[in-house]
């Protein structure tokens, strides 16, 4: 069995999502997404990754609030 490494993708703008999640597959990374802070905390419970591309101009929670709170809890 091989180890994929596994990014989770925070970005509310769908074609991007789409577009990086694409790239990172080709490349052989498995790749979890979600649209800002809540659906980003729910995947992290589901799942454990090993990098977080995340979008700093998100609605509601901007990403940099978001990364501090990564940051605390690794």
């Not at 180890?3 to 970005?11: A, G, S, T, W, Y």
């Amino acid at each position: 069995m091989s180890f994929k490494p596994r990014v989770l993708i925070v970005d509310d703008d769908e074609s991007i999502t789409e577009l990086l999640s694409a790239y990172l597959a080709g490349f052989g990374f498995e790749v979890s997404t979600a649209c800002g802070g809540e659906t980003m905390r729910e995947a992290l419970q589901r799942h454990s990754v090993n990098l977080v591309v995340l979008d700093l101009m998100l609605p509601g929670e901007d990403g940099l609030a978001l990364s501090h709170e990564l940051r605390q809890n690794q």
